[in-house]
């Protein structure tokens, strides 16, 4: 995570972010009352229960909330590099 972030959003806010860490829980729910009935794990799915292909980070801007891949605020970053003063 030494790599620096732009907002993709607001292109202001180099500094201050919300990492997210995504986990999947996989899980068998009722239908009509939405309760869970059963949790997998990854190596335990049933047939036709795809596994989570996402990333699995996050980034949320801490000035306008914009919440998006991690590396779209990396790209953006690298393309619009900081000026030093």
Do not use: W
């Amino acid at each position: 995570m030494s790599t620096p972030y732009l907002c993709p959003n607001c292109r202001s806010n180099r500094t201050r972010f919300a990492i997210l860490e995504q986990v999947p829980q996989y899980v068998k729910m009722d239908p009509e009352t939405g309760e869970i009935l059963e949790h997998y794990e990854q190596g335990e799915l049933e047939p036709f229960h795809l596994p989570y292909q996402g990333t699995r980070r996050r980034v949320a801007c801490g000035a306008c909330g914009l919440v998006e891949d991690e590396k779209t605020f990396i790209a953006l970053a690298q393309t619009q590099p900081r000026i030093p003063k």
